[in-house]
């Protein structure tokens, strides 16, 4: 396994330092594997919350040009779907 060495601000290092000393990490490097983890779901997710927008985006577009419009106030379209 590749080895770092990364530089954290006091507070982020106090962190990991009382995370392994409740018992919960073996190791500093498995409080921030386990942090990297976290923040690689999270980004994900927020990759595919982006994807579906775009996705949506192209129905609406598609729609739009082939003429499939609604000019109603939003609110009353809102109000349907909550129906």
Known sequence: ?????VSLPETLASFVERQVASGGYASQSEVVRDALRLLHREKAAE???????RRAVMVGFED???????????DDILDEIDE
């Open 1 to 5: 396994m590749p080895t770092m060495n």
């Open 64 to 74: 739009w040009r082939e003429g499939r419009l609604d000019d109603r106030p939003i």
């Open 47 to 53: 990759q595919e919350k982006l994807e579906m927008l």
